[in-house]
């Protein structure tokens, strides 16, 4: 068997929409044309992609790890044959939450004047590499380790750890916060895109619960209701101030490790320049 781009699009849009009958809708064709097509594509590859024992349909392990390289594909093949793009490509640089922290607009500034053949386009994508992986984007600033297959990765630099607190809790009266005082506490986890976990605390001194959440947005309402307290960087602070909630530095946290991710396999041509640059604003901080 051939395999063809309307392969990998009909499992993408099996695995976005949970059932075939929507799927094949989405694509205008038929159900049975559909799960052709996705036999045929498991059969290639020789591994189930979808589990069929619900109504709604869910990956499997080999589906999931299998999206985001089929994402990936459909998004490099799009990107190749846009004709906006033909003349000037943008440099697509993702970030989760804090992009370059107080570097930002230094890095946008200096690009624009020093590059201006190469629009560089700042996208906040919540998401562990803040796109990369799913082809979104042509790099990213991302905060904490990367361990995601076929990424190249330049440290960049460190930033302290900081506790956000309920503008009204007592612990905001403090100057600096350590981890044992945030220890009776519930700590609020950004679990698709933060890099704190429970695992930050020794484990006889960690939270009394936790409180998951999707995004920063939901990061900073949950903690300025007063339903628990976070674990950031200092960037955090910088870029998303909120009256409901107080930053103090955690003094005994070990610091993030900002990095400059990009694809090792085809590159956007730039990377390079911004690798430069961002080591420059980096030293001159």
Same mark, same amino acid.
């Given at each position: 068997?051939?395999?063809? &781009?309307?392969?990998?699009?009909? %499992?993408?849009?099996?695995a976005?929409? @949970? ?5 094949a ?11 052709? !097509?996705?036999?045929? &594509?498991?059969? *290639?590859?020789?591994a ?6 619900? *109504?709604h349909l ?7 790890? %299998? ?8 998004? #490099? %093949? ?9 003349? *000037? ?10 992009? %370059?922290?107080p570097?930002?607009?230094?890095? &946008? ?6 590059? =201006?053949? !190469? =629009? ?9 590499? #803040? ?6 984007v ?10 995601? =297959? @076929? ?20 612990? $905001? ?12 506490e ?12 429970l695992?930050?605390? =020794?484990?006889?001194?960690?939270? $009394?619960?936790?409180?998951t ?27 998303h101030? *909120?009256? @409901?909630?107080?930053?103090r ?10 990095v ?14 911004l690798?430069? &640059?961002?080591?420059?604003? #980096?030293?001159?901080?």
């Open positions: 068997m051939v395999l063809e &781009l309307r392969h990998l699009r009909a %499992f993408l849009a099996i976005e929409e @949970g059932n075939v009958t929507r799927a809708a989405r694509l205008h064709l038929t159900q049975p044309a559909v799960s052709r !097509t996705l036999a045929a &594509l498991e059969t *290639h590859l020789g189930r992609l979808v589990d069929r024992s619900t *109504h869910s990956l499997t392990p080999e589906g999931r790890a %299998f999206r985001d390289r089929a994402a990936s594909a459909i998004a #490099a %093949f799009d990107a190749a044959v846009d004709p906006a793009r033909l003349r *000037h490509r943008p440099l697509r640089l993702g970030h989760a939450w804090s992009a %370059f922290g570097y930002t607009t230094p890095l &946008l500034r200096r690009w624009q004047r020093e590059h =201006p053949e !190469t =629009p560089l386009e700042l996208l906040r994508i919540d998401d562990r590499t #803040a796109g990369l992986v799913r082809g979104d042509d790099a990213a600033l991302l905060r904490g380790p990367v361990d995601a =297959p @076929g990424l190249a990765t330049e440290e960049l630099t460190t930033e302290p750890r900081v506790a956000a607190l309920p503008a009204d809790s007592p612990l $905001a009266e403090r100057p600096g916060l350590t981890l044992g005082d945030l220890a009776t519930t700590v609020v986890l950004n679990t698709v895109s933060g890099t704190t976990g695992d930050l605390w =020794p484990p006889e001194d960690r939270p $009394a619960g936790s409180l959440v999707g995004n920063t947005d939901d990061w900073l309402t949950a903690i300025a209701a007063g339903r628990g307290i976070g674990v950031s960087s200092v960037s955090t602070a910088d870029m101030p *909120h009256p @409901g909630v107080t930053y530095p955690l003094t005994d946290a070990p610091p993030i490790h900002v400059l991710a990009w694809r090792d396999t085809s590159p956007h041509p730039a990377t390079p320049l690798v430069a &640059l961002a080591h420059e604003l #980096a030293r001159e901080g």
